[in-house]
């Protein structure tokens, strides 16, 4: 019998059980652990404090709302990440707590991750968006109609998502065109261009096509190309036969109570959501668009840019979403993953990347990002 939800005074109660932990919500979320904080400058120390404390209670509250067992945040502001810090616990059972160093489930950002390798392809001549995908992949069986990556990386090429479990897939592949096969003999739902239609093993096929054109395995090809040059140390594909250091555990939300994630094997979807990072490693990556470290501004703009299909106005892009927020300029992408949920925000106008990982499924933080970003720059 599942033992019900109640408030505690201070810090988290965990009841723990057989099958399940009961996270017991309170107006404070387990205390921070490992903080880094960089103030700006002498006037600035008081200035980014208040920021930080302010967005501290932000996540008390959030936390407080919504059993999360363990979050991670960091903020790129003024030139340098000014703070990460984590709250929780990476394991529930053994009571270790998430620190800077945590690694999460990136989730969907790995898509917005692997955008920075396809603009590196683009800018460098190796990629034609607009050419059919067996141009780089000519295993892909033909359609009833063309499809491009320009239709794939922004969702309207009618490839199809997720059909059944095939979310909690525990099957190992060795190689991106392998996870093709798991959805390459299904119909387009859609001719190419006319719709948007979300879809993560679009961003498989993007992965084969990158591929493709950079002549070397996906992985090697993003370690090379743009983890390395970014320093993007933390950033790791998630092998789970492999002992990763720092790595969570991954929970879900299952009527109020936290129970283990099934196991699964994200080796289907390296570019789609296979991703692990830090939170501090997430926001130094979004900043990298606002420094052209690797990607020039018109490639930065390229695929920060909404296409627009001729029946719904989407705001995504190329492996980024792209509006006002708020009356604010943001690209941004958010992750579901089975044992995450994430969000990475950038706000060009403001020189501030946001970034917030957590461990446990249905736990969204968009408007933790937003409320955390608003604080940052008013102390700018």
């Known amino acids: 019998m599942r033992p019900p939800s109640s408030r505690g005074a201070l810090g988290r109660s965990l009841l723990l059980g057989a099958l399940a932990i009961a996270v017991v919500p309170s107006p404070r979320p387990v205390a921070a652990q490992q903080a880094v904080v960089q103030?700006?400058?002498?006037?600035?120390?008081?200035?980014?404090?208040d920021a930080i404390r302010a967005s501290r209670e932000v996540i008390a509250e959030r936390m407080d709302e919504t059993p999360i067992p363990g979050l991670s945040v960091a903020v790129f502001a003024d030139g340098e990440v000014r703070w990460a810090e984590g709250f929780g616990f990476a394991d529930l059972e053994q009571r270790v707590p998430v620190d800077v160093d945590t690694r999460f489930r990136i989730a969907s950002i790995s898509k917005a991750l692997a955008a920075a390798g396809l603009g590196v392809l683009i800018q460098e001549g190796r990629l034609d968006l607009d050419a059919p995908v067996q141009t780089?992949?000519?295993s892909f069986?033909?359609?009833?109609?063309?499809?491009?990556?320009?239709?794939?990386?922004?969702?309207?090429?009618?490839?199809?998502?997720?059909?059944?479990?095939?979310?909690?897939s525990a099957v190992k592949y060795d190689d991106v065109l392998d996870a093709?096969?798991?959805?390459?003999?299904s119909p387009l739902l859609f001719q190419p261009g006319s719709e948007y239609s979300y879809s993560t093993y679009g961003w498989n096929l993007v992965s084969a096509v990158m591929q493709g054109a950079a002549g070397q395995p996906f992985?090697?090809?993003?370690?090379?190309?743009?983890?390395?040059?970014?320093?993007?140390?933390?950033?790791?594909?998630e092998f789970?036969?492999?002992?990763?250091?720092?790595?969570?555990?991954?929970?879900?939300?299952?009527?109020?109570l936290v129970v283990n994630a099934p196991h699964v094997d994200n080796s289907n979807k390296w570019a789609g959501g296979g991703y692990l990072s830090t939170a501090r490693d997430m926001?130094?990556?979004?900043?990298?668009?606002?420094?052209?470290?690797?990607?020039?501004p018109a490639t930065v703009e390229l695929l920060w840019t909404p296409v627009?299909?001729?029946?719904?106005?989407?705001?995504?892009?190329?492996?980024?979403?792209?509006?006002?927020?708020?009356?604010?300029d943001t690209a941004w992408h958010t992750g579901g993953a089975m044992g995450g949920t994430t969000v990475l925000i950038v706000q060009p106008d403001r020189g501030i990347a946001v970034a917030i990982l957590t461990n446990v499924q249905g736990a969204g933080q968009t408007g933790t990002a937003h409320a955390i970003a608003d604080l940052f720059a008013g102390a700018m």
């Not at 109609?145 to 909690?168: K, N, P």
């Not at 789970?240 to 109020?256: E, L």
């Not at 926001?283 to 020039?296: M, T």
């Open 283 to 296: 926001a130094r990556y979004g900043a990298s668009y606002l420094s052209n470290d690797i990607l020039e």
């Open 240 to 256: 789970t036969d492999s002992i990763i250091p720092g790595r969570a555990r991954f929970y879900q939300n299952d009527d109020g």
């Open 308 to 328: 627009v299909p001729s029946d719904e106005d989407s705001r995504y892009g190329l492996g980024w979403n792209r509006a006002e927020v708020g009356g604010v």
């Open 39 to 49: 103030p700006a400058t002498a006037r600035g120390v008081v200035t980014y404090m």
């Open 141 to 168: 069986p033909e359609k009833e109609w063309t499809l491009t990556t320009r239709q794939i990386a922004s969702h309207t090429g009618g490839v199809r998502h997720y059909d059944g479990d095939e979310f909690a």
């Open 180 to 185: 093709l096969d798991i959805f390459d003999d």
């Open 136 to 138: 780089y992949v000519p």
């Open 219 to 237: 992985l090697a090809f993003m370690r090379e190309r743009v983890l390395d040059p970014l320093d993007l140390d933390e950033t790791i594909a």
